[in-house]
């Protein structure tokens, strides 16, 4: 299924619309001189964490201990998220860091010939 050229023009103006929408209306809503509400300051300090638990729990949605690695290589990846990031205290590096010793494990440790 194809798309007329109409089509395209009004599906690229919707996304670019939804984009310019999500990165101005912060700043509309909350101008710099006024206080933010609290329940949003509390929202900022939690959703990180809340994303960040949704997150692991999709990733491990899958995995079974009663057959194949049994969740060694993921659990493998957790110690190294959560030491690098008593280490480092970044979450980049401790996401990163977790990613590619997962990688590294499934392609060379734990790889099915």
Request: with cysteine; hydrophobic share 55%.
């Given at each position: ?11 690229i ?7 310019l929408i ?19 300051q509390?929202?900022g300090?939690v ?12 990733s ?31 979450m980049l ?13 499934i ?7």
């Amino acid at each position: 299924m194809t798309m007329t050229l109409s089509q395209q023009i009004i599906t690229i103006a919707m996304v670019v619309l939804g984009t310019l929408i999500t990165r101005f209306l912060p700043f509309i809503v909350f101008p710099s001189g006024n206080k933010i509400p609290k329940y949003v300051q509390y929202l900022g300090k939690v959703l990180a964490a809340a994303v960040f638990g949704m997150l692991v729990v999709y990733s491990l949605r899958n995995v079974s201990i009663f057959e194949g690695n049994h969740g060694l290589p993921e659990l493998i990846a957790i110690v190294v998220v959560i030491l690098l990031h008593l280490w480092k205290k970044n979450m980049l590096v401790s996401i990163a860091g977790g990613t590619v010793c997962y990688m590294l494990l499934i392609q060379f440790v734990f790889n099915k010939f």
